[in-house]
T-cell receptor, first 114, second 110 residues
């Protein structure tokens, strides 16, 4: 069974650039959430999408945006990159849109902003 | 501001010893999940507890949810080097997101 897949696995960008990260959820899962994990910290919630609609947004600036496609895959976009955006970006897939539903994470995309 | 406080932050023990990791909050959660994460990888779900006072066992791992559903603990018996990793607790309320603790880094020395 395919788990949550994220691409790319690693990425290096320059300050001011834009980046797009991609996520494919587990087959049958309709919810995708994005988290940012800075080194030494737990993941911080960025967005949740369920059935292609944004269900929630964490405390992140408008430079962060996301969308979910009809096949339930998702993209996270970050504009005007800052050094502080360097982190592991995690995508989590869940069958339901509630936080209590078990979340299954991908391996993450390691973004380095230089 | 983290809703969930984990302690200790770091734990280094010898193979065969026992360890306990704590996860505390002033908030009530509808459920609490424990994950283990290895370097460069995403968190892997270990268990979900949903009922106050619930105890779940997974081989040498024992998870407990507090009666008031505000805290949880993870106990590992006879730790092995393969138990090394970052242990994360995450709480869910009746909404759409998980709130994570900062994690406990466990190192089991052979």
């Amino acid at each position: 069974d395919a788990g949550v897949t994220q691409s790319p696995t690693h990425l290096i960008k320059t300050r001011g650039q834009q980046v797009t990260l991609r996520c494919s959820p587990i087959s049958g899962h309709k919810s995708v959430s994005w988290y940012q994990q800075v080194l030494g910290q737990g993941p911080q919630f960025i967005f949740q999408y369920y059935e292609k609609e944004e269900r929630g947004r964490g405390n992140f600036p408008d430079r962060f945006s996301a969308r979910q496609f009809p096949n339930y895959s998702s993209e996270l976009n970050v504009n005007a990159l800052l050094l502080g955006d360097s982190a592991l970006y995690l995508c989590a897939s869940s069958p339901f849109g509630q936080g209590w539903a078990e979340a299954f994470f991908g391996q993450g995309t390691r973004l380095t902003v230089v | 501001t983290q809703l969930l406080e984990q302690s200790p932050q770091f734990l280094s023990i010898q193979e065969g010893e026992n360890l306990t990791v704590y996860c505390n909050s002033s908030s009530v959660f509808s459920s609490l999940q424990w994950y283990r994460q290895e370097p460069g990888e995403g968190p892997v779900l270990l268990v979900t507890v949903v009922t106050g006072g619930e105890v779940k066992k997974l081989k040498r791992l024992t998870f407990q949810f507090g009666d008031a559903r505000k805290d949880s603990s993870l106990h590992i018996t006879a730790a092995q080097p393969g138990d090394t990793g970052l242990y994360l607790c995450a709480g869910a309320k009746d909404d759409y997101k998980l709130s994570f603790g900062a994690g406990t880094t466990v190192t089991v020395r052979a």
